[in-house]
């Protein structure tokens, strides 16, 4: 009989608890996520920034809109932005890949690449992620490296995001809450940063940031000077949001909604991750440089930097036979794989165009882990090791892994 009860009452706190697991199912889903109004796919491509035009574009965009796209901006130039290209022959290009914590060595190259005096000025910037994080502070030039040094040696796990792994589990929105990254963001990214940019984007210079809308499942690219030259709070809103967005991995940090109007309504967006679609791009896949050369009747000789904020050489690990633990060491062996696809797509666009291609990665000799998301330790080492390199005179790939010894 005492058996019996003890039976009953065992049966009946199981059942209690999954009531109360299933309650918080409901609630935490309820309460996390809001009501969405998303744009109908009918509509994607007549969806608006409220006061602000021509500040984005799909990254996989046709040739006739890239085209379009090419026409209204040469027409636009200011005096400075022609008088610039005039005296420059050569144009510079630099693009920033994703990589969390691993952007602590893009970081430390391009600072490092200041203290050995042959950083150029780039006439294109652009950036995916933790890349979109530095790139702001690239595109101002050596004059940011202080800040952008605190960035990725002073912030750690806590000043990124706050964990929130059960509201996650639950049917909330992510593990984690990225208002700390938020919050960091709006501590460098103020009014006079925007102004700063704004005036770079008059003298044609481009600073490009990518996420991925995940309703369409497409990238896109924003130009983000050409927000900072509205110079209004909605503008500094959405310079922050789009920023947040490109570094919001998903499942891990909540998606962006970006408000938009189409056809009279307002609707929202979601945004995530811009290396979700691509982990590095240059511009649209379907520009031709030599377009433009031909469009403005003048030969210039371009060269891209590519900041490859991970290792692209194979990684020996025993891995156990875990199912979480082969799900995730082969999603990450995915996104290695998919990044070293976007280099071949990059260099193959500027074998087609005549770009000299450079690339830097983490070198594989670099052996420290990450113990924690946003191991400060972790990170302050990465950054040693990129500012050496670049102090030192890095030496570039000059093409994607494989190809090398072809180019050479």
């Known amino acids: 009989m005492v058996e019996d009860t003890r039976a009953a009452s065992c049966a009946l706190k199981r059942i209690r608890l999954m009531l109360i697991l299933a309650t918080a199912l409901v609630l935490t ?46 027409s636009r130039r200011s005096t400075a932005a022609i008088e610039r290209s005039l005296e420059q022959p050569v144009a510079n290009f630099l693009a920033i890949s994703g990589g969390a914590e691993d952007g602590a060595f893009g970081a430390g190259l391009l600072t490092g690449w200041t203290k050995a005096g042959t950083r150029p000025e780039f006439d294109i910037v652009t950036g995916v992620s933790a890349g979109a994080l530095i790139a702001p502070f690239a595109f101002l030039g050596p004059r940011k490296d ?41 501590k460098y990214v103020d009014e006079k940063f925007l102004r ?56 891990v940090f909540p998606p962006v909604r970006i408000q938009v109007r189409a056809n009279g309504r307002d609707y929202d967006e979601m945004h995530v991750d811009g290396g979700v679609t691509q982990q590095v791009f240059l511009a649209p896949t379907t520009l031709a440089f030599r377009d433009i050369d031909r469009a403005t ?6 060269n891209l930097f590519i900041l490859r904020n991970g290792k692209i050489t194979p990684e020996w690990q025993p891995v156990e036979d875990k199912a979480y633990i082969t799900a995730g060491r082969s999603i990450s062996t995915l996104i290695k794989n998919q990044g070293i696809g976007d280099l071949y797509r990059i260099y193959s666009m500027t074998a087609r165009d005549d770009i000299a291609f450079n690339l830097a990665t983490i070198p594989g000799s670099f052996a420290l882990t990450s113990k924690e998301p946003f191991d400060l330790g972790y990170m302050r080492a990465l950054y040693k090791t990129g500012y050496e390199l670049g102090s030192l005179g890095y030496h570039w790939m000059r093409a994607p892994p494989g190809l090398v010894s072809a180019a050479r």
């Not at 009747?297 to 371009?302: A, E």
């Open 29 to 74: 889903g309820c309460a996390a996520a809001l009501p969405r109004h998303a744009l109908p796919e009918s509509l994607v491509d007549e969806a608006e920034l409220r006061g602000m035009d021509d500040v984005r574009l799909w990254g996989d965009a046709p040739p006739e809109q890239i085209h379009a796209m090419v026409e209204a901006e040469l």
């Open 146 to 186: 202080r800040e952008l040094k605190a960035i990725f040696t002073e912030y750690g796990r806590e000043d990124i995001l706050t964990a929130d792994v059960l509201s996650g589990i639950f049917g909330g929105p992510a593990l984690a809450d990225s208002a700390p990254l938020a919050r960091l963001i709006a």
């Open 196 to 251: 700063d940019i704004a005036q770079e984007r008059v003298k044609g210079r481009m600073l490009l940031i990518g996420t991925t809308n995940l309703d369409a499942q497409r990238p896109v690219l924003w130009d983000m000077g050409r927000i900072a030259m509205y110079r209004t709070p909605e503008a500094l809103a959405l310079f922050r949001s789009v920023l947040l967005a490109s570094a919001s991995v998903p499942g």
């Open 297 to 302: 009747g003048r030969h210039v000789q371009r």
